[in-house]
């Protein structure tokens, strides 16, 4: 694999798949665009192959290892982000062609009015290593509610960006994608630049304790 990864989060029903794909029919990129999907999601419509996670590791189904382009992983909400991530950071060991480039995290506003602490928790994480928020559904009725998780963000301090997006409103993406990193993780930061507490290794979430429980586990809310 050659070119930039970017991670797609997203809750259910977020519209991840379909913003994407309108961005990518809209938008000439000097690389093939290519969706890597976990099982659960069927299809985009875009180029696109599928991932499973075996032994910490992905594997894709019908992706040549040659094929140079801008992909966009999907991550899966039937699995740990934790596990996902630290895949990710092996992937990148593995295949020296391969850049990092963006998280973006896609939250359907429609769940935010009447959301439960677990939901809540892993919006937290989730913006934790994030370069950028993109809310859809964006309503009268969950106006409010997106406004207080972009201010729950600002108070803590998150240097990420947040925007309303839709079928209609997809430009923003290439803003994202062309600017310098916004996430608060130093997960995927030159190692050469990091001090010892900004290692992998003990980033909040990935850090395990004595017992093997990570230090800030991301709970299952869908």
Same mark, same amino acid.
């Given at each position: 694999m050659n070119g930039r990864l970017h991670i797609i989060l997203g809750t259910p029903d977020s519209e991840r798949r379909s913003i994407l794909s309108q961005f990518t029919k809209k938008n000439?990129?000097?690389?093939?665009?290519? @969706?890597?999907?976990?099982?659960?999601?069927? /299809?985009?419509?875009?180029?696109?192959?599928?991932?499973?996670?075996?032994?910490?590791?992905?594997?894709?189904?019908?992706?040549?290892? /040659?094929?140079? @382009?801008?992909?966009?992983?999907?991550?899966?909400? @039937?699995?740990?982000?934790?596990?996902?991530?630290?895949?990710?950071?092996?992937?990148?060991?593995?295949?020296?062609?391969?850049?990092?480039?963006?998280?973006?995290?896609?939250?359907n506003s429609d769940l935010l009015p009447e959301a439960k602490q677990q939901l809540l928790a892993w919006i937290d994480a989730a913006g934790h290593f994030s370069d950028a928020i993109f809310f859809s559904h964006r309503k009268n009725e969950n106006a409010m509610a997106i406004s207080k998780c972009k201010e729950r963000f600002e108070t803590m301090r998150y240097p990420l960006e947040s925007y309303v997006v839709g079928s209609k409103k997809t430009g923003v993406l290439e803003k994202v994608l062309n600017t310098e990193p916004r996430r608060i993780t130093h997960l995927f930061d030159p190692p050469d630049l990091l001090d010892e507490d900004d290692s992998p290794q003990n980033d909040p979430y990935l850090a395990k304790l004595a017992n093997g429980k990570r230090e800030r586990p991301a709970p299952f809310p869908f």
């Open positions: 000439d990129q000097p690389e093939p665009s290519w @969706a890597l999907l976990p099982a659960e999601l069927e /299809s985009i419509n875009m180029p696109h192959s599928h991932w499973t996670l075996q032994e910490d590791q992905f594997n894709f189904t019908e992706l040549s290892d /040659s094929l140079d @382009a801008e992909y966009f992983l999907f991550f899966s909400n @039937a699995l740990h982000l934790a596990e996902q991530f630290e895949a990710i950071l092996e992937l990148l060991d593995d295949e020296e062609g391969l850049s990092m480039g963006r998280i973006i995290l896609f939250l």
